[in-house]
């Protein structure tokens, strides 16, 4: 499954933001979605994760409260909504899948990755 994130951006801090992860090559509804992102001079950590059919989601303490994860099978893309943007969100944002597991917060779960997505939040 190829992945491919959109919705890049320059937001004020306490702005919102939606990001898109198209799956194209097969279906996503057996695969779990999560979202990474990657700060400048920091190491990739999780942001939220999606079961296979939406019930189930996980956030990163950071984010939870202010970021929704969801997704649309019938039209194979997963979303994360970000809201009440800080600065320290400001990263490179990827979405990741993996076939057929619960859910995972840990990257190396994860064998299907996007290219990443910046978003910048000014203070």
């Known amino acids: 499954v190829q992945l491919q994130a959109f919705g890049r951006g320059l937001v004020q801090a306490g702005g919102s933001l939606r990001l898109a992860c198209a799956a194209s090559?097969?279906?996503?509804?057996?695969?779990?979605m999560g979202w990474f992102r990657q700060a400048p001079g920091k190491e990739r950590e999780f942001v939220a994760t999606?079961?296979?059919?939406?019930?189930?989601?996980r956030y990163a303490d950071s984010v939870q409260g202010r970021f929704t994860i969801s997704r649309d099978n019938a039209k194979n893309t997963a979303y994360l909504q970000m809201n009440s943007l800080k600065p320290e969100d400001t990263a490179v944002y990827y979405c990741a899948a993996v076939y057929a597991v619960p859910t995972s917060v840990t990257g190396s779960d994860y064998n299907y990755w996007g290219h990443g997505t910046l978003v910048t939040v000014s203070s």
């Open positions: 999606i079961n296979r059919n939406g019930a189930v989601t």
């Open positions: 090559g097969r279906s996503i509804r057996q695969y779990i």
